[in-house]
C-alpha cells in the first residue's frame, strides 16, 4: 500500500476553509477517495485539550513563546495519534491549519521569530511537511467583515485587526518563500467557483 498524502489548508480567520473542507469531503466520497479531515490544533483527545487552553479567551495572560510552544506540543501529539496511522493506511490527510499557521501567527504577528518556530517545530517539519498547502487568500478586514466580527470567546480572534494584519502579511510571505508547496487561491470567488480550483491544484500535485 502506498503511503497517503497530506494537505493543509491555510488562511485568514473568517476566509471559508470550513466551507471548502465540507465541499472537498463530499467530492472524495462521491469518488471514493479514502481520506480523512482533522484541524489544528486539536485531532485528539490531548490536542483537544490543548486546543482549549490556546483559544479560551479567559487565558488573555498567556505569554507569546507559551503560546507557540503549546501549539508545537499539540501538533506533534496530533501527528502521532491521527496523521501518522492515516498515512500509514494510505489516506488523503487534509488538515485544517498546520504549522504555517505557527509561522504566520507566532513567527510575523506575534514576533517570535522564524527560527524560534522552527525550531520548537523540527519535529513536524523534519517528518511531516506537507505535499500540498492551500492559502485562501483573503484579507482579515474581509474575513471578519464576512464572519460579522470576531468571536468573543476566542483567544487569537480577539486579539485585534492590527495583529490579523501581521498574520495575513505572514502568509503572503510564505506563499512566497515557498511556492513550490503554498497555493495561493483568490478566496472572493464563489464557494463552487473555489471548490473546482481547489480539486484543480490537488490534481496537480498528484495529490488526487
Not at 493543509?8 to 470550513?18: I, N, P, R, W, Y
Not at 494510505?90 to 507566532?106: E, H, I, N
Not at 492559502?135 to 464572519?147: I, S
Not at 498574520?167 to 473546482?196: D, F, H, M, S, W
Request: with cysteine; glycine share 8%.
Amino acid at each position: 500500500m502506498s503511503r497517503g498524502k497530506f494537505i493543509t489548508f491555510e488562511g485568514c480567520d473568517g476566509c471559508g476553509k470550513s466551507t471548502q473542507l465540507r465541499l472537498l469531503s463530499e467530492y472524495l466520497t462521491k469518488k471514493g477517495v479514502p481520506h480523512i479531515f482533522t484541524r489544528e490544533p486539536g485531532g485528539g483527545k490531548i490536542s483537544e485539550a490543548i486546543r482549549e487552553i490556546l483559544l479560551n479567551g479567559k487565558n488573555a495572560e498567556m505569554t507569546d513563546e507559551c503560546e507557540a510552544l503549546l501549539y508545537a506540543a499539540a501538533r506533534a501529539q496530533h501527528l502521532r495519534d491521527k496523521v501518522e496511522p492515516a498515512l500509514a493506511n494510505g489516506k488523503l490527510v487534509v488538515c485544517d491549519r498546520y504549522v504555517d499557521s505557527s509561522f504566520a501567527y507566532q513567527a510575523f504577528a506575534r514576533g517570535l521569530g522564524f527560527e524560534f518556530i522552527e525550531k520548537i517545530n523540527a519535529f513536524a517539519l523534519e517528518n511531516y511537511l506537507p505535499d500540498c498547502t492551500v492559502f485562501f487568500d483573503l484579507t482579515p478586514e474581509e474575513a471578519f467583515q464576512r464572519k460579522h466580527g470576531a468571536d468573543e470567546n476566542d483567544r487569537l480572534e480577539q486579539a485585534g485587526m492590527e495583529f490579523h494584519k501581521k498574520v495575513y502579511a505572514g502568509y503572503k510571505r510564505l506563499a512566497e518563500k515557498y511556492p513550490e508547496r503554498i497555493v495561493c487561491i483568490n478566496a472572493r470567488q464563489t464557494p463552487e467557483e473555489i471548490a473546482k480550483q481547489v480539486i484543480d491544484v490537488l490534481k496537480k500535485k498528484k495529490c488526487l
